[in-house]
């Protein structure tokens, strides 16, 4: 994908739009996705420099590992981002993009990992680890 796509937090104090390709969605079961969510993750991912996000001063980032941080909005808590440490692209979650967004699911990951409450219910390839 190539187009253009915007999107926002809950409560629009952040904006952001994507101006480059933005990879297939992820969705992530790790315990960390889940207990920022509150379910798995779903994102896609873009090249910083096609990234561009209005209102970065109201995302907070929370250092969840020692090798990758989560945006998320300081005003209404919407997560976000997720970004490696060091890396040129930031992971954008599907779910935040206005519709219609385009995007489709890609794989899944940590899937050994994933809460006990839900099934995986498609046939995109799945994974035990990143």
């Known amino acids: 994908m190539t187009d253009i796509h915007t999107g926002s937090c809950l409560c629009g104090a ?8 933005l990879r297939g969605v ?8 889940r207990k920022q969510s509150g379910h798995y993750y779903a994102a896609t991912s873009s ?11 109201n995302v907070t980032w929370y250092e ?3 090798f990758a941080r989560r945006g998320f909005c300081r ?12 890396s ?9 993009f206005d519709q219609p ?9 940590f899937v050994d990992d ?7 219910n498609d046939d995109l390839p799945r994974h035990a680890r990143y």
């Open 75 to 86: 005003v209404c808590g919407s997560a976000l981002f997720w970004k490696r440490n060091k």
């Open 114 to 120: 994933k809460g006990d409450y839900y099934e995986i």
């Open 14 to 21: 952040v904006r952001f739009k994507t101006s480059g390709a």
């Open 88 to 96: 040129e692209k930031t992971s954008v979650m599907a779910g935040a």
């Open 26 to 33: 992820h969705y992530c079961h790790c315990s960390q996705c």
């Open 47 to 57: 090249a910083d420099t096609e990234l561009d996000v209005t209102g970065a001063e």
């Open 101 to 109: 967004s385009g995007l489709r699911g890609e794989h899944h990951t």
């Open 64 to 66: 969840s590992s020692d």
